[in-house]
C-alpha cells in the first residue's frame, strides 16, 4: 500500500468510486427527512476561479454532514446559460452563443467534477435547454392568463453599448450594472412582470425569514419602500383638471408654496403658457437625457421651469405657481409634488434658487424659525403654525388630523406608494428566452398557443453587436401565421431578462425531466423550500427578491405550495488578495513575482491593495493550478478554514501549503499506527477506560457538530480537530489502549470527512472499512466521555474580574498561567503592559497582576 499522500491518484479514485455508486443520487420516495441544500448556479463562463471554489466548498461541507445525519439530502447543480457573454463571444469569435455555452459547460463540469463536490449530477440542466424554456414561456403564458404579466409603453433604462433596455436594478450610480457604459431614457413597448401586486405580502413575509442576514432583508424592505401619506388635489386655475400629489406629509399643506411636476406629466401640455413653451420644451428635452437615479440623488443640482400655471393650495386657498423639476420622477407616486420648501431641502434649495416663497408652518421646540434666516430645511418635528385650525397640534397627529379633513371634503385621501415598480423582462437580445407572443394586424397580441411551445431561438443568426436585437432582423423567425386567424403575422423579438430563469430554477430541480408541465407537484412539494440557500450578497436585491415573487406566483398557479423559495439564507464573503505592480510592466499575476521582483524586468513590485480576486488586477489564483499541484482537499480545506464563511477570506500562500501540511500529519497519524491499530476494530473493549485521549476525541466530535450545524463555524470546528490531531501525536499511552487510539484517529477522520472527502475515504478504507464512509454516518458524543476533572477559575486583571478559563483539576500553576493570560478577553487587558506577577488562589482564581 502506498504509504505517501498523493492527492492526485486518491482523487480521482474517490471521484470515480462516487460517480459509479452515484452515491449523491437521490429521490423523494423514502421516508428520511430531507434536507435540500442549494448554492448559487453559475454562469457557465468557462472557467471556475476561488470564488466558486469557496461558494461550492462551503455548500458541500453542509450538504455531507446533513446527508451523514441522516438526512435525505438534495444537492444539485446546473448552469445560468442566458446571457450576453456568450453574445458577446459570438461577436468576437464568430461561435454560435448556444455552441460557445455548452462547450464552456463542458469544460467547467469537468472543472467542478474535480473539486470533489458531492452533487446528484443526473438533475443537472442549463437554462438555455429548449426543454427549460418550454417551462419558462408556459409559466408566462399562464401569467398573462391571470393578469401577472402585461405589455405596456414605458420609458426605460437603456444601455446603447449592450443594446438593451436594463431593470431599475441593473443600473448602478447612473451605469450599466455589466459594461459600466452611461445608461439613457428610451421609450419602449415593454412585457412586464406584476410583482407590484406583490409588494406587501414580500414585505410582511420577509418578517418570518429568520433564517436571513438581517442586511439582506433590510435591502429589500428598502427596494420595496412602502410609504403611508395621501393623495391630495390641487385644482388648476382656469382648467377642470387636478394635479393630484402624494406627500408623506400632509401636515405641512399649509407650507405648500409652489408645485413641482415631472417633466414627463400628462398635463404639462394643458398648463404650459404660449409663452413658456420655448423654455419648457428645452428644459424637458435637458431633462429626458439625464439619469433617472441620477435625478434622485441630494447632490443633483435642483433645476426647473415655470410653466405659466397656477393652482390652489386647498387649505390657504391661495394660488401657487407650477413648475416642471427635475428631481421629480414621473414613476413615483403621482408625478407631482406639493413643495414645501420651509421643511423639504429639495424644495428649499428650489425655492432659493428661483426666489419662491417659504412658509414655516412647523415649529420646533424652543426655537423660532426665520423663513429669511433659514439655511436649510426644517425636516424634524415640532408644532404646527400657519396653519389654521391646525395650529398648535403636534405635526405627528396633525398628519392624521388633515388627511382625514380632506377625505371628509373629498380633497384627498390616504394612499400607500411603493418604491418598487413592476418588473420588466424584456430585452433585445437574440441569447435568452423568446417571449412567446404573435402580434397580428387584426387579432393583436396573440399568445403562442401551448401545443406550439417552446419557440426555439433561430440557429441560423448573424450576431454582429450592431443594429439591435438580432432576432428582430430574423426574418424567418418573424414571420409566422396567427394562431386565430391564419393571417401571416408576426412573433415577438424580444427575450427574457435572465433573472426569469434564475427566479424558478430551484424548483425545476426537484422534477428536472418531467415533461408534463414545469413542476411535478410531488416532487416539489417533497423538496421545496430550500432549506439552505448559499450565495453572495450582490444578489441580494434582484435574483433573491425576484425568486421570491416567482415562488408566490407559482404558488398562486397551484404549482407549488410554499410561499417563500428559501428558509436560510447564507452570503458568503469574497475571496481577496494582495495586488502587485510593477512600474514598467502594470499590475503582474503571483506567477510573475518572484522574491518581491517582477520576473519580466526585476524592478522591485509595489503591492497594491488587497481587493477581491479580479482579472483586471491580475490578483487572482487558478483554482486548476491549484488543484493540480496540492489536490482538491486542500484548496477546499484553505477555504474553508481561512475565514468564517460570511467574511471575506484573504488568499496567501502560507496558508494553503498549511493545509497541505495538516492533511500530511492526518495522513501519518493513520499510517503510522497501522500495525498498533490491526486487529482492533470498533468492536474492541472501551468500557471503563477513561483518557485525556477519549475526552478530547468527544469533546471535538461536540464541537464540530455544534459549530458545523447551522451555525457553519467551519475554520473553529477544523482548529478542533487539529487539536485532536495533536493530542493524537502527543499521546504516550498509545500502546496501552489501542481502542481509544482507533476511536480517536477514526474521529478525525469522519470529522473532517464533509471538508476534506477524498483523503478521509482513502484513510477510512486503510483504517478496514469499505463502501464509503457516508454510510456509516455522523459520529455521536458520549456524553461519559465528556465527564471531566476540569474546574472553572476566574480571572482577573489588577483585581477586576476579565475573564473565565476551564482547567483540569490539579494543574499546576504554569498551566494555570498559561490559561489565563491566553484567555481573548484577559489578554486584551494586558496588551502592551508588563505582567508583574500571577497569583494563583487554588480553586478558586487566578490574578494577573499587571503595570503600564
Ligand atoms: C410634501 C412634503 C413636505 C414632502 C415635506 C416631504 C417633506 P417617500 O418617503 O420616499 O415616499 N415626492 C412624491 N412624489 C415624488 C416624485 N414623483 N418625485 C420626487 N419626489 C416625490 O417620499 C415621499 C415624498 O417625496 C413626498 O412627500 C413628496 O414630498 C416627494 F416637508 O410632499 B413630500
Ligand atoms: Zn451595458
Same mark, same amino acid.
Given at each position: 500500500?502506498?504509504?505517501?499522500?498523493?492527492?492526485?491518484?486518491?482523487?480521482?479514485?474517490?471521484?470515480?468510486?462516487?460517480?459509479?455508486?452515484?452515491?449523491?443520487?437521490?429521490?423523494?420516495?423514502?421516508?428520511? =427527512?430531507?434536507?435540500?441544500?442549494?448554492?448559487?448556479?453559475?454562469?457557465?463562463?468557462?472557467?471556475?476561479?476561488?470564488?466558486?471554489?469557496?461558494?461550492?466548498?462551503?455548500?458541500?461541507?453542509?450538504?455531507?454532514?446533513?446527508? #451523514?445525519?441522516?438526512?435525505?439530502?438534495?444537492?444539485?447543480?446546473?448552469?445560468?446559460?442566458?446571457?450576453?457573454?456568450?453574445?458577446?463571444?459570438?461577436?468576437?469569435?464568430?461561435?454560435?452563443?448556444?455552441?460557445?455555452?455548452?462547450?464552456?459547460?463542458?469544460?467547467?463540469?469537468?472543472?467542478?467534477?474535480?473539486?470533489?463536490?458531492?452533487?446528484?449530477? $443526473?438533475?443537472?440542466?442549463?437554462?438555455?435547454?429548449?426543454?427549460?424554456?418550454?417551462?419558462?414561456?408556459?409559466?408566462?403564458?399562464?401569467?398573462?392568463?391571470?393578469?401577472?404579466?402585461?405589455?405596456?409603453?414605458?420609458?426605460?433604462?437603456?444601455? %446603447? /453599448?449592450?443594446?438593451?433596455?436594463?431593470?431599475?436594478?441593473?443600473?448602478?450610480?447612473?451605469?450599466?450594472?455589466?459594461?459600466?457604459? =452611461?445608461?439613457?431614457?428610451?421609450?419602449?413597448?415593454?412585457?412586464?412582470?406584476?410583482?407590484?401586486?406583490?409588494?406587501?405580502?414580500?414585505?410582511?413575509?420577509?418578517?418570518?425569514?429568520?433564517?436571513?442576514?438581517?442586511?439582506?432583508?433590510?435591502?429589500?424592505?428598502?427596494?420595496?419602500?412602502?410609504?403611508?401619506?395621501?393623495?391630495? /388635489?390641487? &385644482?388648476?386655475?382656469?382648467?377642470?383638471?387636478?394635479?393630484?400629489?402624494?406627500?408623506?406629509?400632509?401636515?405641512?399643506?399649509?407650507?405648500?408654496?409652489?408645485?413641482?411636476?415631472?417633466?414627463?406629466?400628462? #398635463?404639462?401640455?394643458?398648463?404650459?403658457?404660449?409663452?413658456?413653451?420655448?423654455?419648457?420644451?428645452?428644459?424637458?428635452?435637458?431633462?429626458?437625457?439625464?439619469?433617472?437615479?441620477?435625478?434622485?440623488?441630494?447632490?443633483?443640482?435642483?433645476?426647473?421651469?415655470?410653466?405659466?400655471?397656477?393652482?390652489?393650495?386647498?387649505?390657504?386657498?391661495?394660488?401657487?405657481?407650477?413648475?416642471?423639476? %427635475?428631481?421629480?420622477?414621473?414613476?413615483?407616486?403621482?408625478?407631482?409634488?406639493?413643495?414645501?420648501?420651509?421643511?423639504?431641502?429639495?424644495?428649499?434649495?428650489?425655492?432659493?434658487?428661483?426666489?419662491?416663497?417659504? =412658509?414655516?408652518?412647523?415649529?420646533?421646540?424652543? =426655537?423660532?424659525?426665520? *423663513?429669511?434666516?433659514?439655511?436649510?430645511?426644517?425636516?424634524?418635528?415640532?408644532?404646527?403654525?400657519?396653519?389654521?385650525?391646525?395650529?398648535?397640534?403636534?405635526?405627528?397627529?396633525?398628519?392624521?388630523?388633515?388627511?382625514?379633513?380632506?377625505? /371628509?371634503?373629498?380633497?384627498?385621501?390616504?394612499?400607500?406608494?411603493?418604491?418598487?415598480?413592476?418588473?420588466? @423582462?424584456?430585452?433585445?437580445?437574440?441569447?435568452?428566452?423568446?417571449?412567446?407572443?404573435?402580434?397580428?394586424?387584426?387579432?393583436?397580441? @396573440?399568445?403562442?398557443?401551448?401545443?406550439?411551445?417552446?419557440?426555439?431561438?433561430?440557429?441560423?443568426?448573424?450576431?454582429?453587436?450592431?443594429?439591435?436585437?438580432?432576432?428582430?432582423?430574423?426574418?424567418?423567425?418573424?414571420?409566422?401565421?396567427? *394562431?386565430?386567424?391564419?393571417?401571416?403575422?408576426?412573433?415577438?423579438?424580444?427575450?427574457?431578462?435572465?433573472?426569469?430563469?434564475? $427566479?424558478?430554477?430551484?424548483?425545476?430541480?426537484?422534477?428536472?425531466?418531467?415533461?408534463?408541465? *414545469?413542476?411535478?407537484? &410531488?416532487?416539489?412539494?417533497?423538496?421545496?423550500?430550500?432549506?439552505?440557500?448559499?450565495?453572495?450578497?450582490?444578489?441580494?436585491?434582484?435574483?433573491?427578491?425576484?425568486?421570491?415573487?416567482?415562488?408566490?406566483?407559482?404558488?398562486?398557479?397551484?404549482?407549488?405550495?410554499?410561499?417563500?423559495?428559501?428558509?436560510?439564507?447564507?452570503?458568503?464573503?469574497?475571496?481577496?488578495?494582495?495586488?502587485?505592480?510593477?512600474?514598467?510592466?502594470?499590475?503582474?499575476?503571483?506567477?510573475?513575482?518572484?522574491?518581491?521582483?517582477?520576473?519580466?524586468?526585476?524592478?522591485?513590485?509595489? #503591492?497594491?491593495?488587497?481587493?477581491?480576486?479580479?482579472?483586471?488586477?491580475?490578483?487572482?489564483?487558478?483554482?486548476?493550478?491549484?488543484?493540480?499541484?496540492?489536490?482538491?482537499? +486542500?484548496?477546499?480545506?484553505?477555504?474553508?478554514?481561512?475565514?468564517?464563511?460570511?467574511?471575506?477570506?484573504?488568499?496567501?500562500?502560507?496558508?494553503?501549503?498549511?493545509?497541505?501540511?495538516?492533511?500530511?500529519?492526518?495522513?501519518?497519524?493513520?499510517?503510522? %499506527?497501522?500495525?498498533?491499530?490491526?486487529?482492533? /476494530?470498533?468492536?474492541?473493549?472501551?468500557?471503563?477506560?477513561?483518557?485525556?485521549?477519549?475526552?478530547?476525541?468527544?469533546?471535538?466530535?461536540?464541537?464540530?457538530?455544534?459549530?458545523?450545524?447551522?451555525?457553519?463555524?467551519?475554520? +473553529? &470546528?477544523?482548529? $478542533?480537530?487539529?487539536?485532536?490531531? %495533536?493530542?493524537?501525536?502527543?499521546?504516550?499511552?498509545?500502546?496501552?489502549?489501542?481502542?481509544?487510539?482507533?476511536?480517536?484517529?477514526?474521529?478525525?477522520?469522519?470529522?473532517?470527512?464533509?471538508?476534506?472527502?477524498?483523503?478521509?475515504?482513502?484513510?477510512?478504507?486503510?483504517?478496514?472499512?469499505?463502501?464509503?464512509?457516508?454510510?456509516?454516518?455522523?459520529?455521536?458524543?458520549?456524553?461519559?466521555?465528556?465527564?471531566?476533572?476540569?474546574?472553572?477559575?476566574?480571572?482577573?486583571?489588577?483585581?477586576?474580574?476579565?475573564?473565565?478559563?476551564?482547567?483540569?483539576?490539579?494543574?499546576?500553576?504554569?498551566?494555570?498561567?498559561?490559561?489565563?493570560?491566553?484567555?481573548?478577553?484577559?489578554?486584551?487587558?494586558?496588551?502592551?503592559?508588563?505582567?508583574?506577577?500571577?497569583?494563583?488562589?487554588?480553586?478558586?482564581?487566578?490574578?494577573?497582576? @499587571?503595570?503600564?
Amino acid at each position: 500500500m502506498e504509504r505517501l499522500y498523493i492527492p492526485g491518484e486518491i482523487e480521482e479514485k474517490w471521484q470515480g468510486f462516487w460517480e459509479k455508486n452515484e452515491s449523491f443520487k437521490v429521490d423523494e420516495l423514502n421516508d428520511k =427527512q430531507k434536507y435540500y441544500l442549494l448554492e448559487m448556479f453559475p454562469y457557465p463562463s468557462g472557467r471556475i476561479h476561488m470564488g466558486h471554489v469557496r461558494n461550492y466548498a462551503i455548500g458541500d461541507v453542509v450538504a455531507r454532514f446533513k446527508r #451523514l445525519q441522516g438526512f435525505n439530502v438534495l444537492h444539485p447543480m446546473g448552469w445560468d446559460a442566458f446571457g450576453m457573454p456568450a453574445e458577446n463571444a459570438a461577436i468576437e469569435h464568430g461561435t454560435h452563443p448556444g455552441k460557445w455555452t455548452y462547450e464552456n459547460i463542458e469544460s467547467m463540469r469537468v472543472q467542478l467534477k474535480r473539486i470533489g463536490l458531492s452533487y446528484d449530477w $443526473s438533475r443537472e440542466f442549463a437554462t438555455c435547454d429548449v426543454e427549460y424554456s418550454r417551462w419558462e414561456q408556459l409559466i408566462f403564458l399562464r401569467m398573462l392568463e391571470k393578469g401577472l404579466a402585461y405589455k405596456k409603453t414605458s420609458n426605460v433604462n437603456w444601455c %446603447n /453599448d449592450c443594446q438593451t433596455v436594463l431593470a431599475n436594478e441593473q443600473v448602478e450610480d447612473g451605469c450599466c450594472w455589466r459594461c459600466s457604459n =452611461q445608461v439613457t431614457q428610451k421609450e419602449l413597448d415593454q412585457w412586464f412582470f406584476r410583482i407590484t401586486k406583490y409588494a406587501d405580502e414580500l414585505l410582511n413575509e420577509s418578517e418570518n425569514l429568520t433564517g436571513w442576514p438581517e442586511k439582506v432583508l433590510a435591502m429589500q424592505r428598502h427596494w420595496i419602500g412602502k410609504s403611508y401619506g395621501c393623495e391630495i /388635489d390641487f &385644482a388648476i386655475k382656469g382648467a377642470t383638471q387636478k394635479i393630484k400629489v402624494f406627500t408623506t406629509r400632509p401636515d405641512t399643506l399649509f407650507g405648500a408654496t409652489f408645485m413641482s411636476l415631472a417633466p414627463e406629466h400628462p #398635463l404639462v401640455n394643458v398648463l404650459v403658457g404660449v409663452g413658456q413653451k420655448g423654455e419648457v420644451d428645452a428644459f424637458i428635452e435637458e431633462v429626458s437625457r439625464q439619469d433617472k437615479l441620477d435625478r434622485t440623488s441630494g447632490e443633483l443640482e435642483k433645476k426647473g421651469v415655470f410653466t405659466g400655471s397656477y393652482c390652489i393650495n386647498p387649505l390657504t386657498g391661495k394660488e401657487i405657481p407650477v413648475f416642471l423639476a %427635475n428631481f421629480v420622477l414621473m414613476d413615483y407616486g403621482t408625478g407631482a409634488v406639493m413643495a414645501v420648501p420651509a421643511h423639504d431641502q429639495r424644495d428649499f434649495e428650489f425655492a432659493r434658487k428661483y426666489n419662491l416663497p417659504i =412658509q414655516v408652518v412647523i415649529q420646533p421646540e424652543g =426655537q423660532l424659525l426665520q *423663513p429669511d434666516t433659514m439655511s436649510e430645511a426644517m425636516t424634524g418635528v415640532g408644532t404646527l403654525i400657519n396653519s389654521g385650525d391646525f395650529d398648535g397640534l403636534a405635526n405627528a397627529d396633525a398628519k392624521e388630523k388633515i388627511a382625514s379633513f380632506l377625505d /371628509d371634503n373629498k380633497q384627498g385621501r390616504k394612499s400607500i406608494n411603493y418604491r418598487l415598480r413592476d418588473w420588466g @423582462v424584456s430585452r433585445q437580445r437574440y441569447w435568452g428566452t423568446p417571449i412567446p407572443i404573435i402580434y397580428c394586424d387584426a387579432c393583436g397580441t @396573440v399568445p403562442v398557443p401551448e401545443k406550439d411551445l417552446p419557440v426555439k431561438l433561430p440557429m441560423d443568426v448573424q450576431i454582429t453587436g450592431e443594429g439591435g436585437s438580432p432576432l428582430a432582423r430574423h426574418k424567418s423567425f418573424l414571420a409566422v401565421d396567427c *394562431p386565430c386567424c391564419g393571417a401571416p403575422a408576426r412573433r415577438e423579438s424580444d427575450t427574457f431578462d435572465t433573472f426569469v430563469e434564475s $427566479s424558478w430554477y430551484f424548483a425545476r430541480y426537484a422534477c428536472p425531466q418531467y415533461d408534463k408541465s *414545469p413542476l411535478d407537484s &410531488a416532487a416539489v412539494n417533497y423538496w421545496l423550500p430550500v432549506d439552505q440557500y448559499i450565495g453572495g450578497i450582490e444578489h441580494a436585491v434582484m435574483h433573491l427578491l425576484y425568486a421570491r415573487f416567482f415562488t408566490k406566483v407559482l404558488r398562486d398557479l397551484g404549482m407549488v405550495k410554499v410561499n417563500e423559495p428559501f428558509t436560510n439564507l447564507l452570503t458568503q464573503g469574497m475571496v481577496c488578495m494582495e495586488s502587485q505592480r510593477c512600474a514598467e510592466h502594470g499590475w503582474l499575476y503571483p506567477e510573475q513575482v518572484s522574491e518581491g521582483a517582477c520576473t519580466l524586468c526585476g524592478k522591485l513590485v509595489e #503591492l497594491g491593495r488587497t481587493e477581491k480576486m479580479s482579472k483586471s488586477k491580475k490578483n487572482v489564483v487558478d483554482p486548476n493550478e491549484l488543484i493540480a499541484r496540492y489536490g482538491a482537499d +486542500t484548496a477546499r480545506l484553505f477555504s474553508l478554514f481561512a475565514a468564517p464563511p460570511e467574511k471575506d477570506l484573504e488568499w496567501n500562500e502560507q496558508g494553503v501549503e498549511g493545509c497541505y501540511r495538516f492533511l500530511g500529519r492526518v495522513w501519518r497519524s493513520v499510517h503510522d %499506527n497501522l500495525d498498533l491499530l490491526a486487529g482492533n /476494530d470498533e468492536s474492541g473493549e472501551l468500557t471503563g477506560i477513561t483518557s485525556d485521549l477519549r475526552r478530547k476525541t468527544h469533546q471535538t466530535i461536540k464541537k464540530v457538530t455544534e459549530d458545523v450545524d447551522g451555525r457553519f463555524h467551519f475554520n +473553529t &470546528a477544523i482548529s $478542533s480537530v487539529m487539536e485532536l490531531v %495533536n493530542a493524537i501525536y502527543a499521546c504516550d499511552k498509545k500502546l496501552e489502549a489501542p481502542p481509544i487510539l482507533r476511536e480517536a484517529i477514526e474521529s478525525v477522520v469522519r470529522l473532517l470527512s464533509p471538508f476534506v472527502p477524498h483523503i478521509c475515504e482513502e484513510l477510512w478504507e486503510r483504517l478496514g472499512h469499505s463502501g464509503g464512509i457516508e454510510k456509516f454516518g455522523w459520529p455521536s458524543v458520549d456524553a461519559a466521555a465528556l465527564m471531566t476533572n476540569e474546574l472553572e477559575l476566574v480571572v482577573q486583571v489588577n483585581g477586576k474580574v476579565r475573564g473565565k478559563v476551564i482547567v483540569a483539576v490539579g494543574a499546576e500553576n504554569a498551566a494555570l498561567e498559561r490559561a489565563a493570560l491566553s484567555e481573548p478577553n484577559v489578554a486584551r487587558f494586558i496588551e502592551g503592559q508588563q505582567v508583574r506577577k500571577v497569583i494563583c488562589v487554588p480553586g478558586r482564581l487566578i490574578n494577573i497582576v @499587571v503595570s503600564g
